[in-house]
């Protein structure tokens, strides 16, 4: 894991969320609303005001680029949006931040009494 | 679909809560997105989950524009600090600029809003006014008699309430400790309905406690109720002992209600107060009497009633009451709102120097937007290649703006300070003691109109250069900035105007400032018929006058009448005490005489009575003719080197068992025995027999140097011992001189109340003027460096522009001093246009400062042309920086260059 990635974190919820949502292709700014909708079981809907804000310094930073549409007729008013390399990057390193948090929760007394009770 | 097409709307609307670029970039892509997400709702979730989408939605937009705007701010900033950070010395020079028009103007603002602007600690203070009575020349202002409040409070629908208030008498406590005197003041019911005097126990006074019969009530304070009645509620209906002149036993007053805590009158100095009684014609004698003018008036205002009714009824009452009373003949009121009349002879000093400040500031302002406009020029080239390239130019105006405010905000700081020190100085050269002094400060609501005025600033001087780059995108900008198409003279004239305007402005300030200065120095110059450098003046009480055995004898009406001056024991005692005293001050080290008046010179008061001419018929409208009356000891005169014009000095044979004689002052000399000599004339004081005039002094100033002299007589302190001012003169230091003074007059029983200087007192009567000057010609000095600096930015950078035409000129065979003498020409041409336009404009701001000259008239040639020809100076020394690096210029690596 590069300095550069380690660089942007952490991340907040939503834009980890925008880029987990692109980590398996390329998406419409509707497709990763629903995406992140129902990978999350609708507790995540983001709003076009957020979602949007999201893109634009995912853009800056050169975590995302725009890329064309997959289909020709497509609505001419959507930009689809693809991970780039560093933002790849950047959501793995999110991601190991985000596990080693969770083990350490888990080897506290918090999840043994879970257990035990 | 036309839904479809609402619904496609209000989103748009949504959509301009963010940032212009923002919606450029992602407004239709949005758009698209929100209707996919609105349809599947419509289909899945019907209403209620449109409902919920358009709540979410609208929360969401509330929650991300400010992050957006707050975004792009927070780039532009950073642009804009880089911007500054490259240009140091343009910054520099703008924020000192700024600052000190910032500065300037809180100073002024904070001094005028704690003096006269900040409303009065009463609700509603707005609405309350002072009353009082003129009759020039006799007197300017004057207390009113109780005939006179009565009629107003009757006859004068203008006002809501009418009231007055009045010393008062003592009370006691009944049981009490005697020796413990509680303060009471005399004053209408209407009072404390006027200040709405808040009331937590029982309640306030009302009419019917001021009608014939009505029985003695009393209204306590707070700080009474808490200390001496422990905060009881029983008090209400208990008693208090309330001593009337004219009667032997004190009379039972019933406590009927206790005021809130913080309530105090009169404002900004209260009287102290224990209680509040009702001031009715049985108990109080002076109500009594239709020629004691012993009542200040204040009133509030109906709702709706302006200054000019209110007027108009007062002058109707004032010839009412002229027919029916012929004292009150030739006697007018007038009103004025409280607010004002507390700032009195400040308010339009103030006023005055608002104006001034926002001068200055325009000044400043004007100064910056040229520095300004001249960069901006000179960023045209850049500008043009970023608009060219897709800047908005919206978003170029706004880089502008906020580099604009940047100066502004830091300008805004520094200006606090200057503002700070400005504050300082105000207070330090303000006179002691004058009301409402010690709100002057630098509080939230200065600060906020030092925000007001650095954003307005920011506004003024950044506006224009800014619009002027977003036009930049033309083929000629382009051009410009790829250093060819020559270039334009259209920034000449935008530049030229406004250096013009503040040369104009910067003469409006240096004539009102040289106006005011000379009136100053002409004022300390005034003679003032007395030296009070090294006097010293001790008020004192003499001790309590001991009858002797048997009552001692006092004085009958026949002995008034003796030709000779015959004294009761009383004041023989007094006498004998003051004799005493003058000799033991005498051996103090460091006095060099010692003497006694009733009022000393400058301490604002006077002995008016009414007098008699020997010889001369009483005045046909009844009104009595009244002079100064001073008490004065042999010594008096020479102490304070007063000049004789005529006749003697007082001596030690003016004393008991002497005719009666008084000396007089040039001015009553000339006004009764004009043209004639006073000496020998017969004039009575009050009445007594006439006193035979022995001497004519110069007229003193006893009010000041800025009032003209009074009518005065002076009688002999060993004929009427009414002289409880001590006056010594001295050598030197005056360090030990009180402690000595106060203990040989508490060895012989008596006691110091005060003691002055009189030069002290000499410059606080001049405190406000001096003030004034002070201020005035600090405006004037900076008003002229500030447009100085203009010209000399302005002048450089329009030499630096024309580096070919100079260049080209010295090629042809210009001498570098012709050179140099066109520029110091472009620089009087502005000199010369700014007099003239600032010409109209000091002729109409001379007429607001008119009353606050003494010696001076608003037309004064020297001033205007001094003041003139110094401004032309400055110009050319502003010019001459510029002048003389463009005669150094070289023909040939100018003309290279281009």
Redesign the interface.
């Known amino acids: 894991m590069s300095d550069d990635s380690r660089s942007f974190l952490p991340l907040t919820p939503a834009l980890f969320h925008v880029l987990v949502s692109l980590a398996d292709s390329d998406r419409?700014?509707?497709a990763i609303?629903k995406d992140i909708a129902a990978r999350t079981d609708g507790a995540v809907?983001l709003?076009?005001?957020?979602?949007?804000?999201i893109?634009?310094r995912l853009l800056a930073d050169a975590l995302v680029v725009e890329t064309r549409a997959p289909v020709r007729n497509d609505?001419p008013?959507?930009?689809y949006y693809r991970l780039t390399p560093l933002g790849r990057a950047v959501a793995q390193a999110e991601a190991d931040r985000l596990e080693r948090t969770l083990d350490a929760a888990r080897a506290t007394t918090l999840f043994r009494k879970a257990r035990t009770t | 679909m036309s839904r479809h097409s609402f619904a496609t709307r209000a989103y748009r609307t949504l959509l301009r809560l963010l940032p212009f670029e923002f919606r450029a970039e992602f407004g239709e892509e949005m758009e698209g997105t929100f209707e996919e997400q609105r349809q599947d709702t419509a289909a899945t979730e019907r209403r209620r989950g449109l409902a919920r989408l358009w709540l979410r939605t609208i929360a969401d937009f509330l929650r991300t524009a400010p992050c957006e705007h707050w975004d792009l701010l927070r780039q532009d900033l950073r642009f804009g600090l880089r911007m500054l950070a490259r240009d140091r010395g343009f910054a520099a020079v703008a924020v000192a600029t700024l600052a000190i028009g910032i500065g300037a103007s809180t100073a002024i603002f904070a001094a005028a809003d704690g003096m006269l602007l900040r409303p009065l600690p009463f609700p509603d203070s707005g609405r309350l006014v002072a009353i009082w009575k003129t009759d020039p020349p006799r007197f300017d202002r004057m207390t009113l008699s109780y005939e006179q409040f009565a009629a107003i409070r009757a006859r004068c629908p203008a006002f809501e309430e009418v009231a007055t208030y009045a010393y008062g008498e003592t009370l006691q406590i009944p049981g009490g400790d005697v020796r413990v005197r509680l303060l009471a003041r005399d004053v209408s019911a209407s009072l404390l309905r006027a200040l709405r005097a808040p009331v937590v126990l029982g309640r306030s006074l009302v009419d019917a406690d001021e009608r014939p019969g009505a029985p003695p009530v009393v209204v306590i304070t707070h700080g009474l109720w808490v200390r001496r009645f422990g905060g009881s509620r029983a008090v209400v209906g208990q008693t208090l002992l309330q001593t009337v002149s004219g009667r032997l036993n004190p009379i039972s007053a019933t406590i009927v209600g206790v005021l809130g805590s913080g309530f105090a009158f009169p404002y900004p100095n209260p009287w102290p107060a224990d209680a509040w009684i009702p001031l009715t014609r049985e108990r109080n004698d002076s109500a009594r009497n239709s020629r004691a003018y012993f009542l200040p008036v204040v009133g509030r205002l109906r709702r709706g009633a302006g200054l000019d009714t209110a007027q108009a009824q007062l002058d109707l009452v004032a010839s009412q009451l002229a027919r029916s009373w012929p004292e009150y003949k030739g006697e007018a009121f007038r009103v004025a709102r409280l607010s004002d009349d507390i700032a009195g002879p400040l308010r339009v000093p103030l006023l005055a120097f608002l104006g001034g400040a926002g001068l200055l500031l325009l000044i400043a302002c004007a100064n910056v937007a040229n520095l300004l406009l001249a960069r901006a020029i000179a960023r045209e080239g850049e500008f043009a290649i970023r608009i060219s390239l897709g800047a908005g130019r919206l978003r170029v105006v706004r880089q502008l703006l906020v580099e604009g405010f940047l100066l502004a905000g830091v300008a805004a700081i520094l200006g606090l300070l200057v503002a700070q020190v400005g504050v300082r100085a105000f207070l330090a050269l303000a006179p002691e003691g004058f009301p409402r002094l010690g709100e002057v400060a630098i509080d939230y609501r200065v600060l906020l109109f030092a925000i007001g005025v650095a954003t307005c600033s920011a506004m003024a001087f950044s506006l224009v250069p800014a619009v002027r780059c977003s036009r930049a995108g033309s083929m000629g900008a382009l051009g410009r900035a790829a250093g060819s198409g020559g270039s334009s003279r259209t920034w000449r004239r935008p530049l030229g105007v406004v250096v013009i305007a503040e040369l104009a402005t910067a003469l409006v300030l240096l004539v009102c400032g040289g106006l005011l200065v000379r009136s100053f120095v002409g004022l300390v110059q005034v003679d003032l018929g007395f030296d009070p450098a090294g006097v010293v003046a001790f008020e004192f009480n003499d001790p309590k006058v001991t009858p002797p055995p048997g009552g001692g004898r006092r004085l009958t009406v026949a002995d008034s009448q003796l030709p000779v001056v015959v004294l009761s024991d009383g004041a023989r005692q007094t006498l004998g005490f003051t004799e005493e005293l003058q000799r033991r001050v005498a051996a103090l080290p460091g006095v060099v005489a010692v003497g006694f008046v009733n009022n000393s010179a400058l301490s604002g008061r006077s002995g008016q009575s009414d007098i008699h001419i020997q010889g001369r018929s009483e005045p046909a409208d009844g009104k009595p003719l009244m002079a100064d009356v001073r008490s004065a000891s042999p010594g008096y005169f020479t102490i304070m080197r007063m000049r004789l014009k005529a006749g003697r000095w007082f001596d030690d044979r003016d004393r008991e068992g002497a005719p009666r004689v008084a000396i007089v002052n040039e001015a009553m000399a000339r006004r009764f025995w004009p043209g004639q000599d006073a000496i020998g004339k017969g004039v009575s004081v009050g009445r007594t027999p006439a006193s035979r005039i022995v001497g004519v002094v110069a007229d003193p100033r006893h009010n000041g140097p800025g009032r003209p002299p009074l009518t005065e007589i002076y009688v002999p302190h060993l004929q009427r011992p009414w002289s409880y001012t001590l006056v010594v003169r001295t050598a030197g230091t005056t360090a030990g001189l009180p402690a000595g003074v106060s203990r040989e007059t508490r060895a012989l029983g008596g006691a110091i109340v005060s003691a002055r200087e009189l030069e002290h007192l000499f410059w606080q009567s001049i405190a406000i003027p001096r003030l004034v000057a002070f201020l005035a010609a600090v405006f004037a000095v900076v008003g002229v460096v500030l447009a100085a600096v203009g010209v000399h930015s302005v002048l450089r950078y329009s030499t630096a522009r024309r580096i070919r035409e100079m260049g080209i000129r010295l090629a042809l065979g210009a001498q570098p001093g012709q050179v140099v003498g066109l520029v110091l020409r472009q620089a009087i041409g502005l000199g010369v246009l700014g007099l003239a336009l600032g010409a109209l404009g000091a002729a109409a701001a001379v007429r607001v400062i008119r009353s606050l000259l003494f010696t001076v008239t608003p037309s004064d040639t020297l001033t205007w042309v001094a003041v003139s020809a110094l401004l032309i100076v400055a110009v050319v020394v502003a010019a001459l920086g510029p002048a003389r690096r463009a005669g150094r210029v070289d023909p040939v690596v100018s003309l290279r260059a281009e």
């Open positions: 419409h700014g509707y609303i809907e709003g076009t005001g957020t979602l949007y804000g893109i634009k609505d008013r959507r930009r």
